[in-house]
């Protein structure tokens, strides 16, 4: 069983900049879930997709967007970037049922370690 | 809303001393529970989940936390610890209707030889 995958490890952009991050989900999960942590904090949920459609956002602005694909990869995208946005991007995949509120446990990837001059 | 709250950002302790790392979760529904530790330049590897089962959850690495809900806590402990134990620790509450997870601050743990 292959586990959450994250791509690419750091990536280094400057202010203004866009930039796209990449994550592959856990076998047999179907949502995945975005997170931002920033040194010494804990991970903020940035948004969630499932079956290929937003499901829910945290409190950041419309620049960051996202995108799933058939296969339940996903990708998050930065757009006009700035130098807070520095930090660790974490995408975590789990199962959500069809008729349920929720997902099932989050497995979280390695993550992306952006920075922004 | 839901929330948690860790007491303590570092916490030190001895190799083979009891480790105790504390949460406590602020809740309107009964919460589901986590506790996450990451690796220095690594992401969160789950410890273990409070699903409203059984209030001791037993967890990988010999961790174990107890929910005690006249408390609201939900404190991580390890009767020994090991230098290898040496990382971060998240506790965390599912919330929103789409059950993402809202993270404490996050505990320190340093353990000395």
């Known amino acids: 069983e292959t586990g959450v995958t994250q791509s690419p490890t750091h990536l280094i952009k400057t202010r203004g900049q866009q930039v796209t991050l990449r994550c592959s989900s856990q076998?047999?999960?179907?949502?995945v879930s975005w997170y931002q942590q920033a040194l010494g904090q804990g991970p903020q949920f940035i948004f969630q997709?499932?079956?290929?459609?937003?499901?829910g956002r945290g409190n950041f602005p419309p620049r960051f967007s996202g995108l799933q694909f058939p296969n339940y990869s996903s990708e998050l995208n930065v757009n006009a970037l700035e130098l807070d946005d520095s930090a660790l991007y974490l995408c975590?995949?789990?199962?959500?049922?069809?008729?349920?509120?929720?997902?099932?446990?989050?497995?979280f990837g390695p993550g992306t370690r952006l920075t922004v001059l | 809303a839901q929330s948690v709250t860790q007491l303590g950002s570092h916490v030190s302790v001895s190799e083979g001393a009891l480790v105790l790392l504390r949460c406590n979760y602020s809740?309107?529904?009964?919460?589901?529970l986590f506790w996450y530790v990451q690796y220095p330049n690594q992401g969160l590897q789950l410890l273990l989940k409070?699903?409203?089962?059984?209030?001791l959850v037993k967890g990988i690495n010999g961790f174990e936390a107890e929910f005690k809900k006249s408390e609201t806590s939900f404190h991580l402990t390890k009767p020994s610890a090991h230098m290898s134990d040496a990382a971060e620790y998240f506790c965390?509450?599912?919330?929103?209707?789409?059950?993402?997870?809202?993270f404490g601050k996050g505990t320190k743990l340093s353990v000395k030889p």
């Open positions: 975590a995949s789990s199962f959500k049922r069809t008729s349920g509120r929720g997902t099932d446990t989050q497995y």
């Open positions: 076998s047999g999960h179907n949502t």
């Open positions: 997709y499932y079956r290929e459609e937003e499901n």
């Open positions: 809740s309107s529904v009964p919460p589901y």
């Open positions: 409070y699903t409203s089962a059984a209030t």
């Open positions: 965390a509450v599912r919330g929103g209707s789409q059950g993402n997870l809202i």
